[in-house]
């Protein structure tokens, strides 16, 4: 259907892509796989016609295509999902998803707005039940900003679809509707490339994997191919992936330097109490609309609770401010798509020490070697993938940029820290060195919280687990009732969640 033959595309110093050959057949879901950096996202946006490749060509068929813009991939059959959502904000949902097929709508110069509307209508029912298609997409949540950037590209009736880390922000339902969308359009004979970490996702919808490594492919193998082995062509060596190790039980005696009570934050937040003591990783998990998302927004300063009390080492937190929070020592790493608090005009070390540089700077004089120090060593200790610290954040890969908020919350070295979805968009070993990261951090005496939608995350790193429910506590496990069938069977609002006041 379509393939790419010989291309190569070099970035400053940066070699990008090294001659890469893949093709897409009709009905199939390629799954490429690769670290970050690997090369991946800039492969897609070429076969979508956004990045041009400096040599090598891509071909539709027997055709030579070379795309001057992505309208044209776009007018061609391709359709890109980029890893970055790229709706528009000030538009409604069903507006994003009709964009710029108004032209297939049109008969005898009138464009048929109902019919456009009631199909557009129709797949976001599917894929986004949870948003009102009149709803502006300004304030919609992360997860649902994708997924209507996924309706957009299914809505034209795609040949080809490319999806870059499509499930990165989705939890464990919405993921399973999506798939259900992608197997229908492959059994239609749309040829799907898929980008993605997750590699639990692998036989669930792949046909074909290919894996990158530096900018090169580095193995072609089948979907059901065990995960190591995986691992070992994505890593280039072995590792050892660590499963749920409970850490020490932390002593009870410490107080809690983060607490809320009876929190509540519009609709979504329903009287939420909950506390983390130091050295302890608290993971709060929910899916769906289950006030996670809210939850983060009070706790890291961006809202303030309508009811109830936030607390940081026993002072209130008041009135929404986050450079309030990071004072009194919640430092927070968002995990929105986007990259929110991503400065991408500045070198990567001043988006490392953006929110030490008091610190580092007593007399007002930004200590320049202090601040080197402190981007080098956390640049090192993540495996941040750059030329130096002086490139550009732009330049730097979706789980680059990542890394990089992680370190600016970790060189804080507050009391707490607060991380929503840590990981999403990072590759597998890196995920597994942030855990190690994390947990290291938490010895030090940091009270740790991680908002997840994802399952093993929540298995592998919490000592405790906050399960939400539609705004509520639907229960709390922590040592050997941390379990998935526990956790889900809350999350999903089974009866064996048992609401700490459900009031009835
Ligand atoms: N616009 C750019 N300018 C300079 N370098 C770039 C640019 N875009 C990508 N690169 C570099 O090219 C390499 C490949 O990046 P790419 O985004 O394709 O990686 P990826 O495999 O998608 O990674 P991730 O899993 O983190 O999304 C990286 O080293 C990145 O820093
Ligand atoms: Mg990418």
Request: with cysteine.
């Amino acid at each position: 259907m379509i393939r790419a033959r010989q291309v190569s595309k070099v970035f400053g110093s940066t070699m990008a892509l090294d001659s890469v050959s893949l093709d897409l057949l009709p009905g199939e879901v390629h799954v490429l796989l690769g670290e970050n950096g690997a090369g991946k996202s800039t492969l897609a946006k070429i076969l979508a016609g956004i990045v041009s490749p400096d040599s090598g060509r891509i071909e539709i068929g027997e055709r030579l295509a070379a795309f001057a813009n992505p309208g044209e991939a776009r007018r061609a059959g391709i359709e890109l999902v980029q890893q970055e959502t790229t709706v528009v904000p000030k538009m409604s949902v069903v507006d994003n998803v009709t964009l710029g097929w108004e032209r297939a709508y049109t008969r005898l110069g009138l464009v048929r707005r109902r019919r456009m509307r009631e199909d557009a209508v129709r797949l976001l029912r599917e894929l986004a039940p949870d948003i009102p298609p009149d709803a502006i997409v300004d304030g919609i949540s992360g997860s649902q900003k994708h997924r209507v950037a996924i309706a957009r590209a299914l809505f034209s009736s795609p040949r080809v679809l490319i999806l870059d880390e499509p499930t990165a922000a989705l939890d464990e339902l919405e993921r399973e509707s999506f798939f259900s969308v992608v197997r229908r359009v492959t059994s239609r004979g749309v040829a799907v490339l898929y980008v993605t970490h997750h590699l639990a996702e692998v036989p669930a919808i792949g046909s074909r994997v290919t894996i990158m490594r530096d900018g090169a492919i580095v193995a072609r193998c089948a979907p059901d191919t065990p995960e190591p082995q995986l691992v070992a062509h994505i890593a280039g060596r072995q590792i050892s992936m660590q499963h749920h190790e409970a850490s020490a039980p932390t002593p009870a005696a410490a107080a809690p330097v983060l607490e809320t009570v009876d929190v509540c934050a519009g609709e979504a937040v329903d009287r939420v109490s909950m506390h983390v003591r130091p050295g302890e990783v608290l993971g709060v998990y929910g899916v769906g609309q289950c006030g996670a998302d809210e939850l983060a927004e009070v706790l890291s300063g961006h809202r303030r609770a309508d009811r109830g009390r936030v607390f940081v080492a026993g002072r209130t937190l008041g009135r929404a401010s986050v450079s309030r929070a990071l004072a009194r020592g919640v430092a927070y790493v968002p995990g929105e798509r986007g990259r929110n608090g991503v400065v991408g005009t500045l070198p990567v070390r001043d988006n490392i020490t953006l929110s030490v540089l008091p610190r580092l700077s007593p007399a007002g004089v930004i200590r320049r070697r202090a601040e080197a120090r402190t981007a080098a060593r956390w640049t090192a200790q993540l495996r941040i993938k750059t030329p130096d610290l002086e490139a550009q954040m732009s330049a730097l890969s979706g789980g680059n940029q990542q890394k990089v908020l992680l370190a600016r919350a970790l060189a804080c070295e507050t009391p707490v820290l607060l991380l929503k979805e840590p990981t999403a968009g990072i590759d597998v070993q890196s995920r597994q060195e942030i855990y190690t990261a994390l947990k290291q951090t938490a010895k030090s005496g940091t009270a740790i919280v991680v908002i997840t939608s994802d399952l093993l995350e929540l298995l592998t790193v919490a000592d405790r687990a906050l399960v939400l429910y539609r705004g509520r506590v639907a229960g709390e496990f922590a040592g050997p009732a941390l379990t998935e069938e526990a956790v889900l069977g809350a999350a999903l609002g089974g009866s064996a969640a048992v609401p700490h006041d459900s009031g009835q």
